[in-house]
Every structure is written in structure tokens, then in C-alpha cells.
């Protein structure tokens, strides 16, 4: 037995290349045009096959490596003096699509038909996976030497959309986890666990973030009037025990709004396919406590006066500021608001509080000069971003939303009588 070092053949290019794949380790046994590694250039992806058969005894290169032609990729172990066929030059890979019926896919019970080192596969295959998250030891392949097909990645895709009654499903598309970095090596660090509320509400922030397609509506409200009325009754609350915030007439306004456009106070069924209309108003308010961010809900919104919402606003504030919220007051909401008016910000894109199809953000106001009959005059303006379900509500719907929103929030006499 003697050995034989294989090299990169000529790639019709001077340039060096990227080695973005490794696709063989020391000890595999190998056929002539098994797959070694895969190169990325500006313009394309090549696997570069084997010319001759053996073990391999040592790589030379590693993931991320350039290279150019003659660069020295491992050396193989060989029966008896067998010389090396010419290189040829490595061929971009393309998929062929196959006019045959759809591969077979492997269900969740069905285990793993290679492990992740032994697996083949092409660039444009596993790019495709990257992207969508996809196990591709999950997947059945079809081509010739086992090597898995884009086809194959697509009938595992299709598969797992129509599992679930023929909706849109994420299940079976995994999330890639994120790298284990030890950061102490960079300097001085502490670790600080995350506290049960940011689990749980982390945990339901990213299934929204994944499942439901979001877009943001910006618009701005001149609440110039609404202020100079807050202000004027603002003592009188405070007589009573509680404060009189800009969000108490907020709320009233887009109690009143859902009233127009009773879609955004909605939620789709499980199967995707129905709209469930709302014929109540519970108002989810994010409310910003020391661990963490939750939303008890204001029930029946529309049947309350500003006062009774101010006072109600207050109670259940405190409540969870004091971890005295019970499951109950965090349920029910069909829309929610989340402001920030009270810190900083002109807008932010809110992450829609699924079964919900839509919520507000509302940011900090500010004095702004507009122009009207000649002259420039100040104008209190509130910031708005109403992000959506782009299932459920289109842009057109939600620009209308906001447009509305607005108009009451600069006239809130309108909410009031």
C-alpha cells in the first residue's frame, strides 16, 4: 500500500478561493469522484472529486482556508502503486430537477439517514438548508451515491407544511442554535440569569417573530388639544387617587377605532384559513416591571368612562409591578399597546402579542413646527407604529387604521361624546 497526495486541479481561475466545505475526514474510505471540498468563488460553488480510490490517511486544509490550483488537499492511502488519474477540472454544481414524483421524506419517527459527517450534498443544497434550518440528516436522498437533491430538500419542506391540515407550519424546521463562544477570553465578564418573566415572554416573543409575518405602520397623531384637556382635568383625578396618563386616552381611541375596523380585533383559527372576529374590546397594556416586561389586560374597555380606565390603569400597573398579577389578568387581550412614550424614542417596530393580528407602539411626543395659514405654528406630535399580521391586514387597511387613529386622537372629542 503507498500513498498519494491529491491536489487542486485547475479552476480556470489565478485567484484563491474560499474552502467553505470539508466534506471528507481522515480514515473515510473513498471511491473515484467522491466529493472532498467544496470552493466558493464571486461567481460559484464547485466540489472538487477525488481521482482515485483509498482511505484517507491526513487532510490538509481546513473550513475557511484559500486556495489556488496545486494547493495540496490530503494525502490518501492507495492499494499497491496506483497512479493518479488526471485531474479534472471541478464542475459547478447544478441541480437537475427530476420529472419524477416527489421524493419520499422521512417523518419525525424515521431516524436519521446519515450522520452529518458522512452526509452529501452540494452547495446550493446546503445553503438552502442554512437558511430555512433544516436537519439534512432528516432528509432521504435521492441521488446518485445517497447525495441529496434540492428536490429532496423541497418534498421534505412540502412534507412538513402538509402535516399540519395544510397550513404553513414551522414544525420541523429547526432554528441553527447559536455558537458557544467563551467571551471571558475577550476580558473580565458576569453572568447574570435571565429572570422567569423574560423565559417565558422571550419564548412568545420569538414564535410571533417566526410565525407571523410582520409589518410596521409609522404615523404621527397631533395631540396638542388632547394635552391642553389632560392637563385641565389632571387634578381631578389625582383628588381621586390616580393619574390621569396620556395612554388612559389612548386606549379610548383605539377602543374606538377597532370599532371601524373590527379585522385588527381578530384572531386567525388554528388552521389558518378563518378570521375569528372579536365582539369584545380587552386591551393588553405592556407594562414595563424590574424583571421584565408583562401585559395585564384592561377588560371591557369600551364600556368604561376615562376615569374608571385611569384608575384601573393605575391598579393593575401597580399590581404588576409588585408580582401581584395572577395568570387570569394576563389573558384575554385582543389587541395590545405597548408605549414607551414616558422614556425616549420616535418609533419602534412592536412584535405583534400572537393570537393577536395587530398591536400599537406608541413613542415619546414631541413639539414639532407646522405649517398652516401662512405661519409656522408649534404642534404637539405623538409618534405611532402599528405593526401587523400581513396575513390578516394589508397595507392599505393598516395606513386607514392608523389615518383614523390619528384623526381621533387630534379631535378626542369625538371618543368622548
Known sequence: MGTQDIFIPDMGTSEAVDVIEVLVKAGDLIEVDTPLITLESDKASMDVPSPMAGR??????????????????????VEGAAAASKPSSPEPVVEKKKET??????????????????????????????????DLTMIVPTGAKSRIQLDDVHGYIKNRMNSGG????????????????????????????????????????????????HVTQFDEADITELEDFRLNHKSMAEKKGYKLTPLVFIIK????????????????DASGENLILKQYYHIGVAVDTPNGLVVPVIRDADTKSLMDLAKELG????????????????QGASFTISSLGGISGTGFTPIVNSPEVGILGVSKSMMKPFYQEGTFVPRLMLPLSFSYDHRVIDGAEAARFTKHLCSLLSDIRRVLL
Do not use: Y
Open 56 to 77: 484517507v490517511k491526513k487532510l490538509h486544509l481546513k473550513v475557511g482556508d484559500k486556495v489556488k490550483e496545486g494547493g495540496l488537499i490530503l494525502t490518501l492511502e
Open 101 to 134: 414524483t416527489p421524493p419520499s421524506v422521512a417523518t419525525p419517527a424515521t431516524p436519521p439517514v446519515a450522520s452529518k459527517d458522512s452526509l452529501h450534498a452540494g452547495p446550493a443544497v446546503r445553503r438552502l438548508a442554512r437558511e430555512l434550518g433544516i
Open 166 to 213: 395544510g397550513s404553513a407550519s414551522p414544525e420541523g424546521l429547526s432554528i441553527p442554535k447559536a455558537p458557544v463562544i467563551d467571551f471571558s477570553q475577550f476580558g473580565s465578564i458576569q453572568t447574570e440569569p435571565l429572570s422567569k418573566i423574560k423565559k417565558i415572554s422571550g419564548a412568545n416573543l420569538q414564535r410571533s417573530w417566526i410565525t407571523i409575518p
Open 253 to 268: 381611541a383605539v377602543v374606538a377605532t377597532l370599532k371601524t375596523f373590527p379585522r385588527v380585533n381578530a384572531s386567525l
Open 315 to 330: 391598579e393593575v400597573s401597580e399590581k404588576a409591578r409588585e408580582k401581584g398579577l395572577s395568570i387570569k389578568d394576563m
